[in-house]
């Protein structure tokens, strides 16, 4: 399975970005998803998910700022990112589970994308 982001960038405190994430409609039709980012000296961190039946899960450090979505006509899961901060520097994953439910997908992500890079400036 082939998760692809794409949206990544380079914007200045205060701005806003869309990732997206496109794959295998099959993946779209019933699986949860989500955005892992990760930053070198970190810990990987589930920023946002949404499960099978659109129901959704924030970290406490992205909520009001970030909204998950999916729109499974076109297979492309979404992650809008407002109000950036330094601290979201990042590279941002789009991650899929076999299972409908957030909390497998918590436990486990079977299937990763290649990343896309976001970096804010102060």
């Known amino acids: 399975v082939q998760l692809v982001e794409s949206g990544g960038g380079v914007v200045q405190a205060g701005g806003s970005l869309r990732l997206s994430c496109t794959g295998p409609e099959r993946i779209f039709r019933i699986c949860a998803m989500g955005w892992y980012r990760q930053d070198p000296g970190n810990e990987r961190e589930l920023v946002a998910a949404?499960?099978?039946?659109?129901?959704?899960y924030y970290a406490d450090s992205v909520k009001g700022r970030f909204t998950i979505s999916r729109d499974n006509g076109k297979n492309t899961l979404y992650l809008q990112i407002d109000t950036l901060k330094p601290d979201d520097t990042a590279t941002y994953y789009c991650?899929?589970?076999?299972?409908?439910?957030?909390?497998?997908?918590?436990?486990?992500?079977?299937?990763w994308g290649q990343g896309t890079q976001v970096t804010v400036s102060s």
């Open positions: 991650v899929a589970s076999v299972s409908p439910f957030i909390a497998n997908l918590r436990q486990r992500s079977d299937y």
């Open positions: 949404i499960g099978g039946r659109s129901d959704t």
